[in-house]
């Protein structure tokens, strides 16, 4: 007889298996990290050059390729999310699966409205250049949104990942400790360097490989 907490992990089911959220990670993990060097190098840091990416239409086309892969980046995620939940099945925490799944759903939503304002300044390009006030804005909303709401999400959802993986011990030790490591920084470290956010996406490739590599081990068991 099959025992329940044993069922997430049934191998004849293609839903379940650890791969489908191996694979969705890593897709979200290649998505958000081009779409971020993106930006990062496109746009210019000091604030008072809002506008020069609008005018420069190389720069322009690569915010843009950047803002078309986020939806993509979300996509995966919850793809990634929902399997993960599945691998983990009856032994999850409702407390944890909760704040699991709620800091996820904010951390995608908050990166879609961000890209949403950028793409809107983008648009707005075709019936002429935003003023000062406007680009000002623009640029202000969506850096808050990115680097302080959804990265305190995003690190909220390490936290979480890290003490389900621990209690469940469905990843690799020294995956924990990155984990720990990666929500600390994306608390406090964010308004330090924006290539702090890369550590996120960095952490779930890490995260995702190690299902897989799990995954084929388990495989290969009789």
Not at 9 to 28: C, E, H
Not at 38 to 57: C, K, M, Q
Not at 85 to 114: C, K, P, Q, Y
């Amino acid at each position: 007889m099959e025992v329940a907490g044993q069922a997430a992990l049934r191998p004849g089911s293609p839903l379940r298996t650890p791969r489908a959220a191996a694979v969705a990670g890593i897709i979200f993990s290649v998505l958000l990290i081009s779409a971020l060097v993106l930006l990062e190098i496109s746009v210019p840091a000091h604030p008072r050059d809002p506008g020069r990416w609008l005018t420069d239409s190389g720069r322009r086309t690569a915010v843009a390729v950047a803002l078309n892969l986020v939806p993509f980046a979300g996509i995966a995620f919850l793809w990634f999310i929902g399997v993960l939940r599945d691998r983990i099945g009856e032994r999850e925490d409702r407390f944890f699966a909760t704040v699991f799944l709620g800091s996820g759903l904010l951390f995608v939503a908050m990166m879609f409205v961000a890209a949403a304002v950028g793409g809107g300044l983008i648009a707005g390009v075709s019936s002429g250049t935003p003023g000062a006030g406007t680009l000002a804005l623009g640029r202000n909303v969506t850096s808050i949104l990115l680097n302080v709401y959804a990265m305190r999400m995003a690190a909220v959802f390490t936290l979480t990942a890290v003490t389900i993986a621990r209690r469940t011990a469905i990843v690799s030790r020294w995956l924990t400790v990155a984990g720990l490591v990666t929500a600390l920084l994306l608390l406090v470290g964010v308004g330090i360097s924006a290539w702090v956010e890369l550590l996120f996406p960095a952490w779930i490739l890490a995260l995702s490989v190690d299902v897989l590599v799990a995954g084929r081990k388990a495989e290969r068991l009789p």
